[in-house]
């Protein structure tokens, strides 16, 4: 049972547009959310994080929404550079579970940015 | 600072073999988090360590082992191995308590 979902495997952008990556959540405990980047035969790198007390974060090009009502957040950039283009991840965690807190991923989106 | 070292970066084993996988936590870090990332199934988590105990677990067979040093250094094991365990495994370390993970280029396990 995927409880955080990535619903779209692929999304292709042209240099300098907006990039909207999407991800669903289904546990409604889960109160912290981040995103990921991966490159090719790279670990993922932490990109920009939100809390459940907030509906919006923003970090130079990086804006990630949350609508907790439809248990749902975007990851905005823009403008898109061709050095964007990587796998996605979304992951969520319930801080409220004490020491069985733990990051729960999303399958990942792999965007790419066309010159 | 160093960031999150995994050793060795490839690996070929054979269905049976046993492997123990390395990682170092960016110094300070005292949680290390090990997953298993394949094409359809993401990053799943295999477990946590935290000062020299396992903290949290996830729903691997019990194959799947690790531990954690004194130094906060951490390794995996897998006993028995099958096919299907070919994948990246990554590691990745925090400052505990935190849920911001920083993680290692990953070891690439091939199993024939």
């Known amino acids: 049972d995927q409880q955080v979902k990535q619903n779209s495997p692929s999304l292709s952008v042209q240099e300098g547009r907006i990039s909207i990556l999407n991800c669903d959540y289904t546990n409604s405990m889960f109160d912290y959310f981040l995103w990921y980047k991966k490159y090719p035969a790279e670990g993922p790198t932490f990109l920009i994080s939100i809390s459940s007390i907030k509906d919006k974060n923003e970090d130079g090009r990086f804006t990630v929404f949350l609508n907790k009502s439809a248990k749902h957040l975007s990851l905005h950039i823009v403008p898109s550079q061709p050095g964007d283009s990587a796998v996605y991840f979304c992951a969520a965690s319930d801080n409220n579970a004490g020491n069985n807190r733990k990051l729960i991923w999303g399958l990942g989106t792999s965007l790419a940015v066309n010159p | 600072k160093a960031g999150v070292t995994q050793t060795p970066r490839y690996l070929i084993k054979t269905r049976g073999q046993q492997v123990t996988l390395s990682c170092s936590p960016i110094s300070g870090h005292r949680s290390v988090s090990w997953y298993q990332q394949t094409p359809g199934q993401g990053l799943q988590f295999l477990f946590e360590y935290f000062s020299e105990t396992q903290r949290n677990k996830g729903n691997f067979p019990g194959r799947f082992s690790g531990r954690q040093f004194s130094n906060s250094r951490s390794e995996m094991n897998v006993s028995t191995l099958e096919l299907g365990d070919s994948a990246l495994y990554l590691c990745?370390?925090?400052?505990?308590?935190?849920?911001?993970?920083?993680f290692g280029a990953g070891t690439r396990l091939s199993v024939l």
């Open positions: 990745a370390s925090s400052p505990g308590g935190r849920n911001i993970q920083y």
